[in-house]
Each structure stands twice: as C-alpha cells, then as structure tokens.
C-alpha cells in the first residue's frame, strides 16, 4: 500500500519502530522533568521559593524531594531500570502539579487562557506517562 510520494506503510513502519525512536521519544517525554529538576538544583533558593509560593511546607524538604523525584524518576525511564515506576511516580507528581500550579478556575481573563491550556498540556504529560507505565507493564500484549 502506498502513502505519500511512494512511501509506503511498511517503511513508515520500520522507521518508526527502530530502536533509536524509542529513546529519542523516552527522552522527549521526559525533557520538562529534566529540565526542571536541573533548574531547581542550580537554583535551590528559587526553588524554596517556589514551593512556598504553591503554600507547600516544610519547603526546602519538598524541593529536595521535587528535585530528586523529576531527576530520578526521569534517569528510570530514560534507562529502562524499572521504567514503570519512574512512569507512574511522574504521572503521580504532574496531577499535583497540574492542580497547584494551573489553578485556571480561579483566574481572570486573559490570564486564565494560559493556565487553562497549561493545565491540559499537564495532562498530555500524565497521559504519556501512563501510557509508558502500561507498555512496560505488559498491556501491549493484550
């Protein structure tokens, strides 16, 4: 069967079921976790901050465990050690995230078309999360 210019279903296929894919989209997935768990280590004041600003206490303990959740979690996905778990502690921390952070409901236009579209794309993440955790955990095979 024939797609676009000549392509075909089955090397669509092959290229993106080659190894490399799986990493680069692992990667991907999980690059706002890294990113933000490398920022709040470089900047652990900034961090405090921001754990005092969503009200969280004891707030230095929360950032050390946010830091060492987003970093951690990540490398176990990334690596394939126990990706599941990675997966789904990520989910986890991006629901609570999404409910401290976007709180779009309780915002003014046109601040609430950001936080509202922020909070979604948190749960594309969460989504995604959910969806490595089921592959890994056998729910392909069904």
């Not at 921001?50 to 950032?63: K, W």
Request: charged share 15%; hydrophobic share 55%.
């Amino acid at each position: 069967m024939r797609l676009l210019g000549g392509v075909t279903v089955d090397a669509l296929r092959t290229a993106a079921t080659a190894p490399w894919v799986q990493s680069l989209a692992l990667l991907c997935l999980c690059a706002a976790y890294l990113q933000g768990g490398w920022d709040k280590a470089r900047d652990f004041r900034g961090a405090v901050a921001e754990m005092r600003r969503f009200g969280l206490a004891p707030a230095a303990p929360i950032a050390v465990a946010t830091i060492a959740l987003q970093l951690g979690a990540s490398a176990l996905i990334v690596s394939g050690w126990y990706r599941w778990a990675g997966a789904l502690a990520l989910a986890g921390f991006t629901v609570i995230a999404a409910f401290l952070a976007d709180r779009f409901w309780t915002e003014a236009p046109p601040e609430r078309q950001r936080s509202a579209n922020a909070f979604f794309e948190h749960w594309g993440l969460v989504g995604g999360m959910l969806l490595v955790a089921w592959h890994d955990l056998g729910g392909h095979r069904g």
